[in-house]
């Protein structure tokens, strides 16, 4: 196929190109509208909306145990996209998509605070990576079930220790087709390590409703390292805090003083330890007292935290991360 010739005729008259969108959007639409599809997408909607999955039958089917729903979904999916694109090689698959870490994703479907998604892991790409360092703990309940291929991982588990610091604990685990895996975000985590070849994964996510933080800890010691809100509001306030603490606006401090001390009783814990973060790092002193008054509060959220960090930076140590 002469692609110069082809783009450049594409540049002048763009009309086959349009005309191939409304074909692939066409045929997805299609797809989706095929009765088993169709019975999965609205059982994941009653799922988005807080149904249990046992609740909603032809959606469980896909990650049940020895059952052969998930591999006929996918393989229905790719049959509609393949077929689309044979025709209009140019085209964009209507689906929403992205790539990070040599793991392609295209979400099949989102409604509320769920998203039903197949991944890829790429193991060349995977391969060429250097070994993480780090783990992401997320305020998600996750079930994932191997469609095709085979991979190496770890299961790694989170657990906290007295003292208020964090024990991280990993075991290997293997991967085939047919598998499949439930999570809880805030506790487990998993890091697909080696892959043979491609390893494609039917993944189902719901936030969880009283969702905490993202928190992120090193690998080898278990330390955190950074916490993130999984509200956007919470998101734009950490902004807001964490650029107020890059322009070394001391006059800031009082008010970031309020929202570690979470005194109109809004702010959530991600919020509150990047407020703790920027106004230790403005004034030490100042910020040794937020953390001494919030680990002496014993009902406090982020007491055992600020606990383990004061005796961290009271031994001279510098802030984790």
Known sequence: MEWRKILGELRQDDSDWRRGQYELTRAFRVWRADPPVARVLAAFKRFGKGAALDQSAALAALFAPHSSEAGCFVASLMAAGVAALDGYPLGQVPIPHGSRDAVPTLILASAGNATLALTVYDGPALAALPPPRTVRFQPVESWMRVVAGEACGEHIIRRDRSDGGTVIHSSRISLAQGDVQYRYGPREALHVRRVNGSLAVLRLERRLGDAGPVCEHSLPD????????????????????????????????????????????????????????????????AGMKLLSRIASTVDDSLSAQAMSLYATLEAGQTWPG
């Not at 330390?223 to 902004?239: G, N, T």
């Not at 964490?242 to 009082?254: C, I, Q, S, T, V």
């Open 222 to 285: 278990g330390a955190l390292l950074r916490q993130a809100s999984a509200s956007r509001d919470d998101s734009r306030s950490e902004l807001a805090v964490a650029l107020l603490g890059a322009m070394e606006r001391h006059d800031a401090m009082p008010v970031m003083a309020r929202i570690a001390l979470n005194q109109e009783g809004t702010a959530g814990d991600a919020v509150r330890w990047q407020a703790l973060r920027e106004t230790t790092a403005l004034d030490v002193q």
